[in-house]
């Protein structure tokens, strides 16, 4: 027998709330000289803002982003930056806890794998696997971590505190037992460091320091007048950036905070597009969400995490942004002119284990215009891509599969808007 329960959500518009209503009745740094270009070793897939998907090996990133591959058979293709909405390495399977110490930057970039150095009164020294020296401006930090737990879950729970907890003042967490510390951050070198508590400054050995999240209201990272590209590296390192280009087989660009950074071609896993023409839902509010129980309690969608509060995974992929949810999940997106396609990857997140079954329906001004087979760990995650142009409201549905709601985890990874 099924239960339901209702969560009571913000007025919406009467066309947005008719519309829901219509789902519930449906059912259920310098750079070298340059040298000759070559193509990269690793095969790259560019998915395309028409949906369309082009694969080779890279021989030219030019300044503006626009894109040379050379595939395995035919002529070299050269892909507009304005059409390109990101480029994988095919078969690279993600990296699982961070290694070493983790730099935090505003809106989930970050240097893993690093060694920290000492901080100036302005600039932070950090030695990247990937990516090299980099001086990062202190306002430009979200946080520290020193000793990173192995346990990726445990990792990533870590991570989220550091990003999320600072507000008015600096945070340090402690070795053993995690106790927290509030005030102000002093200063850092290779053995120490100094701190601004309660009772006075302090100096602590980094042996004893866990993690330092910085006040997020004095953090500064400036977001680049035009596009812009994220670069992510092998060890799960991500960094925005200008001016990419390729020199003797590396990736040099510079980074939103003025630095020069170089990465090996053979270390690029992905590189996305940012620029006013791809939103992602993680950074649209939700018109209104409303979920149905099965026999037990409903769980809220989250942002960028499974609905469990873990990294999105799909088929061994982790990815960054996404929405997870659980069945049953209706949210409903407001639409703006201009908004003309919608896609996304769908799938089970791999917590979810060999019980898990969902549906996924997508929804347009009340029409729907996408729906799964019951989707399954076993199953291959799928691609959506859907015209919205001219519509209202766009309506995710996340419904129940063969077996009520048992670890429905549900992923909406990447899931966007291109305008």
Same mark, same amino acid.
């Given at each position: 027998m099924t239960g339901a329960t209702t969560i009571p959500v913000p007025h919406l518009a009467p066309l947005a709330f008719a519309m829901l209503f219509s789902v519930f009745?449906?059912?259920?740094?310098?750079?070298?000289?340059?040298?000759p270009t070559v193509p990269s070793d690793p095969i790259f897939s560019a998915l395309m803002a028409d949906g369309t998907v082009a694969s080779g090996r890279i021989r030219q990133i030019s300044p503006n982003g626009d894109l040379t591959l050379v595939p395995s058979r035919g002529a070299e293709q050269v892909l507009a930056c304005r059409r390109l909405v990101k480029l994988s390495r095919d078969g690279f399977l993600s990296m699982n806890a961070p290694e070493k110490q983790l730099v935090l930057l505003p809106e989930g970039d970050r240097l893993y794998r690093a060694v920290v150095g000492a901080a100036s009164e302005t600039k932070?020294?950090?030695?990247?696997?990937?990516?090299?020296?980099?001086?990062?401006?202190?306002?430009?930090?979200a946080g520290l971590v020193f000793d990173p737990p192995v346990d990726e879950d445990a990792s990533f729970e870590l991570v989220n505190r550091v990003r999320t907890e600072p507000q008015r003042s600096e945070i340090l967490w402690l070795a053993p037992n995690g106790d927290r510390v509030q005030g102000g951050f002093l200063g850092l070198d290779e053995k120490a460091l100094k701190f601004q508590a309660s009772t006075g400054p302090i100096s602590l050995e980094l042996a004893k320091v866990v993690a330092l999240g910085f006040d997020a209201s004095l953090v500064s990272y400036p977001k680049p007048a035009g596009p812009f590209f994220e670069l992510t590296a092998s060890d799960g390192s991500r960094l925005g950036v200008t001016n990419p280009k390729i020199v003797q087989g590396e990736v040099i660009a510079t980074t939103r905070f003025g630095a020069p950074v170089r990465l090996a071609l053979n270390d690029l /896993?992905?590189?996305?597009? =940012?620029?006013? &023409?791809?939103?992602?839902?993680?950074?649209?509010?939700?018109?209104?969400a409303r979920y149905v129980g099965y026999v037990g309690p409903t769980r809220p969608f989250r942002r960028n995490s499974s609905v469990d509060g873990h990294p999105l995974r799909l088929a061994g992929q982790t990815y960054d942004r996404g929405l997870g949810t659980q069945s049953r999940t209706i949210l409903a997106y407001r639409l703006a002119p201009g908004d003309r396609r919608f896609q996304a990857?769908?799938?089970?997140?791999?917590?979810?284990?060999?019980?898990?079954?969902?549906?996924?329906?997508?929804? /347009?001004?009340?029409?729907? =215009?996408?729906? &799964?087979?019951?989707?399954?760990?076993?199953?291959?995650?799928?691609?959506i891509d859907i015209d919205v142009q001219g519509a209202k409201l766009l309506i995710l549905i996340t419904e129940f599969g063969e077996r009520g709601e048992v670890r429905d985890f549900a992923d909406w990874v990447e899931a966007r808007l291109l305008r």
């Open positions: 009745s449906l059912g259920a740094d310098a750079p070298p000289t340059a040298g932070l020294d950090v030695q990247s696997l990937t990516f090299g020296k980099v001086a990062i401006p202190l306002e430009s930090l /896993v992905h590189l996305h597009t =940012r620029s006013d &023409s791809i939103v992602y839902l993680t950074e649209r509010e939700v018109a209104e990857l769908v799938g089970l997140d791999d917590r979810a284990g060999p019980l898990g079954s969902v549906v996924f329906r997508v929804l /347009v001004d009340a029409q729907e =215009r996408f729906i &799964s087979s019951p989707i399954s760990a076993r199953d291959t995650p799928k691609a």
